[in-house]
């Protein structure tokens, strides 16, 4: 399946004062490529999904799934088979439980695993307007680019100009890629296009 811009879901309003506090980490590259939000913890999994997305630096148009505890979550759709339950039904605190971490996947092809931590839990007395993206470091990995093996030997050609692969995967990135690259202004203007 090709990258796209991901769709924006349907407006909807949070009403809990309460923000989740997420770190959430791409397992299995290093550089580190991870990011710190706030969400409200009514926010449905489908809607987490765009966020994820947004902040990460993702386009969208691959499968995904939520790995809770005690269940397993997606889009509604018969590819994923019986055992994957709608994310547009759950909400996170819901789907958390008593626990304190998932995993979130992005694209089966290259398995782009993220651990996700709630690291902590505040109580604002208004609703989230919007997720906010408070920190990160590095930049998310180039779409279909073979998962972290991929990575791996990609940032080996792009710092290597006498690489046979260099001038091909320059190309695939638009030109240049820095791996240390990572503006959480930019981050929160895609985040602010998704209402909560």
Same mark, same amino acid.
């Given at each position: 399946?090709?990258?796209?811009?991901?769709?924006?879901?349907?407006?909807?309003?949070?009403?809990?004062?309460?923000?989740?506090?997420?770190?959430?980490?791409?397992?299995?590259?290093?550089?580190?490529?991870?990011?710190?939000?706030?969400?409200?913890?009514?926010?449905?999994?489908?809607?987490?999904?765009?966020?994820?997305?947004?902040?990460?630096?993702?386009?969208?148009?691959?499968?995904?799934?939520?790995?809770?505890?005690?269940?397993?979550?997606?889009?509604?759709?018969?590819?994923?088979?019986?055992?994957?339950?709608?994310?547009?039904?759950?909400?996170?605190?819901?789907?958390?439980?008593?626990?304190?971490?998932?995993?979130?996947?992005?694209?089966? %092809?290259?398995?782009?695993?993220?651990?996700?931590? /709630? =690291?902590? $839990?505040? *109580?604002?007395?208004? #609703?989230?307007?919007? !997720? @906010?993206?408070?920190?990160?470091?590095?930049?998310?990995?180039?779409?279909?680019? %073979?998962?972290?093996?991929?990575?791996?030997?990609? /940032? =080996?050609? $792009?710092? *290597?100009?006498?690489? #046979?692969?260099?001038? !091909? @995967?320059?190309?695939?990135?638009?030109?240049?890629?820095?791996?240390?690259?990572?503006?959480?202004?930019?981050?929160?203007?895609?985040?602010?296009?998704?209402?909560?």
């Amino acid at each position: 399946m090709t990258a796209q811009l991901f769709k924006l879901p349907a407006k909807t309003r949070s009403k809990s004062t309460k923000s989740y506090q997420l770190r959430v980490e791409l397992k299995g590259v290093k550089p580190a490529v991870w990011r710190r939000i706030d969400v409200p913890g009514d926010i449905k999994l489908s809607k987490l999904h765009h966020i994820l997305l947004a902040v990460m630096g993702w386009q969208g148009g691959h499968l995904h799934e939520f790995n809770f505890v005690d269940a397993i979550y997606g889009q509604a759709d018969d590819e994923l088979g019986p055992e994957v339950e709608d994310e547009s039904r759950v909400s996170l605190v819901k789907a958390l439980g008593g626990s304190a971490s998932f995993t979130w996947i992005y694209d089966y %092809g290259d398995y782009w695993a993220h651990k996700v931590k /709630l =690291e902590r $839990i505040v *109580d604002l007395g208004v #609703p989230l307007e919007t !997720a @906010m993206c408070i920190t990160g470091r590095n930049a998310c990995p180039p779409e279909d680019i %073979g998962g972290a093996p991929g990575y791996e030997e990609f /940032l =080996e050609a $792009i710092r *290597d100009p006498q690489h #046979p692969e260099h001038q !091909a @995967m320059l190309q695939r990135c638009g030109g240049t890629f820095d791996p240390g690259e990572f503006d959480p202004m930019k981050a929160q203007e895609r985040l602010d296009g998704i209402n909560i």
